[in-house]
């Protein structure tokens, strides 16, 4: 079993920084990858962003490539995920995810999910 509780969203204007945090516990992550999702109302859970748990590298959706940075801290047990230069269309409730295997860009791959976080981006 592994647990993600996810922290760090907010309100913020059009332009600024979040950084959202993804707590986990439970069973060692060495084989995961860990994602970022989102959802806005009335819309599809959306890829963001992953992490290989054990070698670090990163991938991300097109619509926040080079603006957001997904890490991890091992020794914390913690995934961390950068906003910068929010847009208004970045609004919703964000997820932390892990998955053993299995194709990373697709929510029904991950088998475990947070109780998510709420970015709201004004305009």
């Known amino acids: 079993q592994v647990q993600l509780v996810e922290s760090g969203g907010g309100l913020v204007q059009a332009g600024g920084s979040l950084r959202l945090s993804c707590a986990a516990s439970?069973?060692?992550?060495?084989?995961?990858?860990m994602g970022w999702f989102r959802q806005a109302p009335g819309k599809e859970r959306e890829f963001v962003a992953y992490?290989?748990?054990?070698?670090?590298?990163?991938y991300y959706a097109d619509s926040v490539k080079g603006r957001f940075t997904i890490s991890r801290d091992k020794a914390k047990n913690t995934v961390y995920l950068q906003m910068n230069s929010l847009k208004p269309e970045d609004t919703a409730v964000f997820y932390c995810a892990a998955t053993a295997g299995g194709p990373r860009l697709r929510s029904s791959a991950y088998d475990y999910w947070g109780q998510g976080t709420q970015v709201t981006v004004s305009s």
């Open positions: 439970g069973r060692t992550l060495s084989s995961y990858f």
């Open positions: 992490i290989s748990w054990s070698g670090g590298g990163t």
